[in-house]
């Protein structure tokens, strides 16, 4: 029985990892220290798989806690979802940032390296591109970072190149998200944002519930077919099938290497609140404001590399994205706080 380390797996994504793990018939041990997310997540998603799991309230930056669970349970890989992700917040505490994401990896990786366990699927995302020049994206582009966020995710991928340079029996993954958006279909499990969302759909889905009066648009003057921001919205549950496919490809393959996972279209903020009212029957009034700081125009993933080497493509269209998002929100007015 293959045994998988699920750190951050009370989050958002995570919780879907475990659940798409568990129906496909492996062990799982989660790590969270429940910074961003609760322990009612971990009761949901042993409900939706009806399997029991280990799990530890661990914090990565407290090693011992760490090497205690490693004594505990034979790990084959891991599954590294752990981090702390608000863009604004990471220019407001960048030290935090840092602290919580980087040494927490790097706590991850000395205890994984006593173990001798060299398996590792790593949380990346699009941001490490920057302001692209052109799209789609390809994972040979540039690489560069507008935030301490982004920063962090860029230096870890080269901390873990780095391991796999001066240890070539390493094989990890670094998967680059575009925009995972949606939630798992039963309506359980699915993003649980604390205070103001910072990002779209969870913003669209409380102005649809009547948390939120309005969705403010951050501006309308992009190179755009209707000015607004173009994003690679993807369903959470195709992105976390990528993982398992990234897992299995690193039975096979040494090395360090980085995929998109995007669906390859790009879609604005009016497509997606047009399709989530068509979707919901609900009405998301909007109204256009100033560009957000930092925002980039236009971003969308070529996930040809993933699909060649993977065999992982996904699914899941915009109305799927809007309609499992709504299940869940309606569900689930307060979040897990219900
Ligand atoms: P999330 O906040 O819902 O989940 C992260 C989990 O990690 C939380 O449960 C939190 O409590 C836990 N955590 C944070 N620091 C920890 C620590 N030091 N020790 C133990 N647990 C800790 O976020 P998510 O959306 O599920 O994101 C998961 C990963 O994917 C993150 O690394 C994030 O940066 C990355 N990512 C997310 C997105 C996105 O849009 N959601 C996009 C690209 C990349
Ligand atoms: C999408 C579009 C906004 C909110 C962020 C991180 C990125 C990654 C994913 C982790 C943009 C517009 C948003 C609102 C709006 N996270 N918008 N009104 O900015 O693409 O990416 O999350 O790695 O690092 O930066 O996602 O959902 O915030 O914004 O008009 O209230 O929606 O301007 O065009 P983004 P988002």
């Not at 590294?80 to 980087?102: C, M, R, W």
């Not at 860029?154 to 575009?178: C, K, P, T, V």
């Not at 009034?285 to 996930?303: F, H, L, Q, S």
Request: one cysteine or more.
């Amino acid at each position: 029985m293959t045994t998988i380390l699920v750190t951050g797996g009370a989050g958002y994504i995570g919780s879907h990892a475990a659940v798409e793990l568990l129906e496909s018939g492996y062990e799982i041990v989660v790590i969270d220290n429940l910074s961003n997310s609760s322990m009612e997540s971990i009761k949901r998603i042993k409900e939706i798989a009806g399997k029991n799991f280990p799990f530890y309230e661990c914090d990565l930056l407290d090693v011992e806690c760490v090497e205690n669970v490693f004594n505990t349970h034979k790990i084959d890989s891991v599954m590294h979802f752990a981090g702390l992700k608000a863009v604004g917040e990471s220019v407001t505490i960048p030290l935090k940032y840092y602290q919580n994401n980087i040494t927490g990896t790097i706590n991850l990786c000395e205890v994984m390296i006593k173990h001798n366990i060299k398996k590792l699927v790593f949380s990346s995302s699009a941001t490490v591109y920057g302001n692209p020049d052109k799209v789609p994206v390809e994972e040979s582009f540039s690489l560069s970072a507008t935030n301490p966020y982004g920063r962090t995710k860029l230096m870890i991928e080269y901390i873990l190149q780095d391991l796999y340079f001066a240890d070539s029996s390493w094989r990890i993954a670094l998967l680059r998200y575009f925009n995972p958006i949606g939630a798992h279909e039963s309506g359980k499990i699915g993003e649980n944002p604390n205070g103001i969302p910072n990002n779209l759909m969870p913003y669209i889905s409380q102005v649809a519930i009547g948390k939120m009066e309005k969705l403010f648009v951050f501006g309308n003057d992009y190179e755009t077919h209707d000015g607004t921001g173009v994003r690679d919205f993807i369903h959470v549950v195709d992105l976390v099938k990528g993982h398992l496919k990234a897992l299995e490809y690193l039975e096979n393959h040494e090395g360090v290497e980085a995929f998109n996972l995007g669906t390859g279209k790009g879609y604005s903020v009016l497509d997606l609140v047009k399709t989530f009212e068509d979707v919901t029957s609900k009405r998301i009034p909007y109204k256009i404001v100033e560009r957000r700081k930092g925002d980039i125009g236009v971003c969308y993933a070529n996930p040809q590399k993933a699909e060649k080497k993977l065999g992982w493509r996904a699914e899941k269209d915009l109305n799927d994205m809007c309609k499992d998002t709504w299940n869940w929100q309606l569900n689930n007015p307060n979040g897990y706080r219900n």
